[in-house]
């Protein structure tokens, strides 16, 4: 397997990858993305229009691509500083209290979102590296890649100096908990959202 950062070369950014990599991104942001977004249609389209906008969380120019020995892509890791996720996560709001607009009910949808994001999601420390989104290959699930991208991913923040490396995982999600955890990221709480039918856990790894 290969390894491309894609904020060192943009230009292998394109419309094309984004429409590849897309469903898998959306899968690796449920069960929260749908709740969110209130349709998983609606969140699959507005996933990959967010991918495309740098301010996003979402962007796929912050992401980690795993390509296989035929050059297809297998697998994405989307992440930024803790510092970046708090600016990236109040512009993804804009742009989703612009989405729904003086929609019946927007305030109440409003209010909903805010609340359970507080919720599920405890801050993240600004010099930390938060993994945002871990998503692979529909196809290829199974085969150890999720492992693989974390890994080199915790190997490539150590050397950039970040202290500590962080996550937020739904806690149905067993099987990836139980791979972080033997990646040496452990739970550092665990949260039941009362807005939504939602539960998540936080994880961290310090890697100094």
Same mark, same amino acid.
Request: proline share 4%; glycine share 8%; net charge negative.
């Given at each position: ?9 943009e ?10 990599v897309?469903?898998w ?52 890791l ?8 708090a600016?990236?996560r ?15 009910? /927007? %305030?109440? $949808?409003i209010?909903?979102? @805010?609340?359970? !994001?507080?919720? #599920?999601?405890?801050?993240? &420390? ?13 196809n ?19 050397k ?10 739904? /806690? %149905?999600n $067993?099987?990836?908990?139980? @791979?972080?955890? !033997?990646?040496? #990221?452990?739970?550092?709480? &665990? ?5 939504a ?12």
């Amino acid at each position: 397997m290969r390894f491309l950062n894609l904020w060192e070369d943009e230009a292998t950014v394109s419309s094309e990858l984004v429409e590849k990599v897309r469903p898998w991104v959306h899968d690796a942001s449920n069960p929260f993305a749908d709740w969110y977004f209130g349709d998983a249609e609606i969140a699959a389209e507005i996933i990959g229009e967010w991918m495309e906008r740098p301010s996003s969380e979402f962007y796929i120019g912050r992401g980690i691509v795993m390509f296989d020995d035929d050059g297809e892509p297998r697998g994405i890791l989307i992440g930024m500083s803790g510092a970046e996720v708090a600016k990236c996560r109040m512009a993804d709001f804009a742009a989703f209290c612009e989405e729904i607009g003086d929609e019946p009910g /927007a %305030d109440e $949808v409003i209010d909903q979102v @805010v609340t359970a !994001s507080r919720e #599920l999601f405890p801050p993240i &420390r600004d010099d930390a590296f938060y993994i945002s989104r871990i998503a692979v290959d529909r196809n290829a699930r199974g085969r150890g890649l999720g492992r693989q991208l974390v890994r080199y991913t915790i190997e490539l923040k150590r050397k950039e100096g970040f202290p500590r490396v962080r996550l937020d995982v739904s /806690a %149905d999600n $067993v099987g990836a908990i139980r @791979v972080y955890n !033997s990646l040496g #990221l452990e739970t550092i709480s &665990r949260a039941q959202s009362k807005t939504a039918p939602l539960e998540y856990c936080a994880m961290a790894l310090d890697v100094e």
